[in-house]
């Protein structure tokens, strides 16, 4: 393992603004897509559940024509049986073999009523499921043609930002090199505990930036002195006078404008 070379007060706090002003230029890129991927997630997923829901519509519209069909076939086979029934009414020899013809004749016509019915039933079922599945079908196309802005706009800002990204990234991780882990550390652990990602501050108007709480004067002189490294006590952030924060930010600048 490379031991980090020893570096003074001064090095360490210009080190750790650097590695701010690079970290805090990340999240800006980062915001920039906002809730965007986000979208883009959330119309992937109402895609594929409309996408789930129109096929098993479409299942459920051929198993009713199946069954309708099943239907049709059984009515012809019954009207069939029928016609036989009443062909051997004629050959019957008394009046019982008759009836009972005709008690199976009326029974096969009910039955025949019946699956007329049943038919009916499903054409009305087909027909509202059609009505669902094409108001599904549009709002299907309405959210592919969504998604596919959103996809198009995300990938315009990545490809925009994917070079500075990722050459920011290799640079935070450059800075992080050259300070101590305890200071990386430190200042992983601020950064990550407040809103804005904000671990160090410059002193402003008597208060470290982002806070109301002011700084006594005497540890503003001390900040100055560049002779410790020295937080907020109320935020935790690390503090850095106002003349070390606008070199390393004129410096950084002239760096982020190259990448």
Do not use: C, W
Not at 22 to 41: A, F, T
Not at 55 to 63: D, G, L, T, V
Not at 164 to 175: C, F, R
Not at 226 to 247: F, Y
Request: no cysteine; glycine share 2%.
């Amino acid at each position: 393992m490379t031991k980090k070379k020893e570096t003074s007060v001064e090095q360490k706090l210009r080190a750790l603004y650097d590695l701010q002003l690079v970290d805090s230029r990340i999240d800006e890129i980062k915001n920039m897509r906002g809730e965007l991927p986000l979208e883009v997630q959330d119309l992937e997923d109402e895609v594929a559940g409309l996408s789930t829901r129109l096929e098993k519509m479409e299942a459920s519209i051929e198993e009713i024509d199946v069954s309708i069909k099943s239907k049709k076939l059984f009515i012809t086979e019954t009207e069939d049986r029928i016609k036989k029934y009443k062909k051997q009414q004629e050959k019957v020899r008394n009046n019982r073999e008759y009836d009972a013809l005709s008690k199976e004749i009326e029974y096969q016509e009910l039955e025949i009523e019946l699956a007329e019915k049943h038919i009916r039933e499903f054409y009305a079922q087909t027909e509202h499921k059609k009505e669902t599945l094409e108001e599904t079908k549009s709002t299907l196309d309405d959210k592919k043609v969504h998604l596919d802005h959103k996809k198009t706009e995300l990938l315009d800002i990545l490809k925009d930002t994917e070079k500075e990204e990722k050459a920011l990234a290799e640079e935070s991780e450059n800075i992080k090199s050259n300070i101590e882990d305890r200071l990386v550390k430190a200042y992983t652990r601020i950064r990550n505990n407040v809103k804005n990602g904000l671990a160090v501050v410059t002193i402003e108007r008597g208060a470290s930036g982002g806070s109301f709480f002011t700084i006594p004067p005497q540890v503003q002189v001390e900040i100055a002195a560049r002779r410790k490294i020295l937080t907020d006590e109320h935020s935790g952030r690390i503090l850095v006078d106002q003349e070390l924060a606008r070199e390393e930010e004129e410096r950084m600048h002239k760096i982020f404008q190259n990448m």
